[in-house]
């Protein structure tokens, strides 16, 4: 597939070559052009390069061209909702691992990404302070390096987290992750027969300075168990969290 390069793009890229750094560039998708423009304003003052798009259409054809670092997302939008991008952009191959922040008006709408069913990393719900969601941006950039630097491979008990393909596989099974689930299984994954807190696990998976219930943990957990289909790999510690087995069960 051939991917059309257009004049913005260019110029951007030519703007980041006369500074000589490489600026965090962010996808702003929001349709309430006042509230683009504030939230351009703002991110460009802390640093990022920043692309707007006022339809989800629009919004899908930027972040595949463009690439950016992180894609706000708003879910109410004109000609393609924004539920639509996020499946879009998990699906695709280059756009599969940018990070998403999504804002949301709606109570139910917040429900149903809590279960991160979509695939967004994290969620803010309007009307929301700029400060709130620099915050939320900067967690989510964080977790994000973090996992390039870390080791690529690691493997327990047939659970085998590939970093740099984003695959996980349980006994040769290809494991359907949200980037969540994958970050949450990663963590445990890592460190067989540590104990950690829901606290930590939401700290590692759904990043730091997140307002997030610790029942949402418990949901992650239950799913990861299932698509694991072996119950016992995820291990309940009463009254603190949970811990990956640490050896083999013994029948
Ligand atoms: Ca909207």
Redesign the pocket.
């Known amino acids: 597939m051939s991917v059309v390069n257009e004049g913005p793009a260019l110029s951007t890229l030519s703007a980041n070559v006369h500074q000589g750094v490489s600026q965090p560039r962010i996808l702003i998708v929001?349709?309430?052009r006042a509230?683009a423009k504030v939230l351009a304003y703002n991110l460009q003052r802390e640093g990022y390069e920043t692309i707007v798009a006022h339809d989800g259409q629009e919004g899908l054809r930027k972040a595949q061209t463009q690439l950016p670092d992180l894609v706000i997302l708003?879910?109410?939008?004109?000609v393609m909702s924004?539920l639509d991008v996020c499946r879009e952009l998990r699906a695709g191959e280059k756009t599969r691992d940018i990070p998403i922040l999504i804002?949301t008006?709606k109570a139910e709408e917040t429900d149903q990404i809590v279960g991160f069913s979509l695939g967004a990393d994290d969620y803010v719900t309007k009307p929301f302070s700029v400060k709130v969601l620099l915050q939320r941006i900067k967690a989510l950039q964080r977790r994000t390096e973090t996992a390039t630097d870390a080791g690529e491979i690691i493997e327990h008990l047939g659970v085998r987290i590939d970093r740099v393909r984003h695959r996980a596989t349980c006994k040769g099974q290809v494991l359907e992750l949200t980037p969540t689930e994958f970050r949450l299984l990663e963590t445990l994954v890592r460190q067989p027969g540590r104990a950690f807190s829901r606290h930590q696990l939401m700290d590692s998976a759904i990043g730091g300075g997140a307002v997030v219930l610790e029942r949402t943990i418990d949901v992650h957990i239950k799913t990861l168990r299932r698509k694991l289909g072996d119950p016992d790999l995820i291990e309940t510690v009463r009254g603190l969290g949970y811990r990956f087995r640490e050896a083999p069960r013994v029948d």
Do not use: H, Y
């Open positions: 929001e349709d309430e509230l708003d879910l109410m939008l004109p924004g804002l008006a």
